[in-house]
């Protein structure tokens, strides 16, 4: 079993930065990917950014140039850093781990809202 811990969500005017982070434990392999995906309510859950445990990345369009994903190996924890923000970003972030070979896993969820 893999838990995943999130922080870092809250309310933050249009233009302006949060970091979110993700603390994983429990039997993570040591290859895997780490992620953030979004839900906003009425609409489906969506990737933000992806991370490999070598540092691969991947974000999708709505993504590139405002957000940055990074992690450390070393406490299993992925960070997202979120600049520029829209209103449109307003949704509930949830954290994945997906292990290699194994299980993918979701975390709770920490809302973000963005005020215009």
């Known amino acids: 079993q893999v838990q995943l811990v999130e922080s870092g969500g809250g309310l933050v005017q249009a233009g302006g930065s949060l970091r979110l982070s993700c603390a994983a434990s429990g039997s993570i392999t040591s290859i895997n990917t780490m992620g953030w995906y979004r839900q906003a309510p009425g609409k489906q859950r969506e990737l933000v950014a992806a991370i490999t445990s070598g540092g691969s990345t991947d974000y999708p369009d709505s993504a590139k140039g405002r957000f940055a994903i990074s992690r450390d190996n070393a406490k299993n924890t992925v960070y997202l850093q979120m600049n520029s923000l829209k209103p449109e970003d307003t949704a509930v972030y949830y954290c994945?781990?997906?292990?290699?070979?194994?299980?993918?896993?979701w975390g709770q969820g920490t809302q973000v809202t963005v005020s215009s």
């Open positions: 994945h781990l997906r292990n290699y070979p194994g299980y993918a896993y």
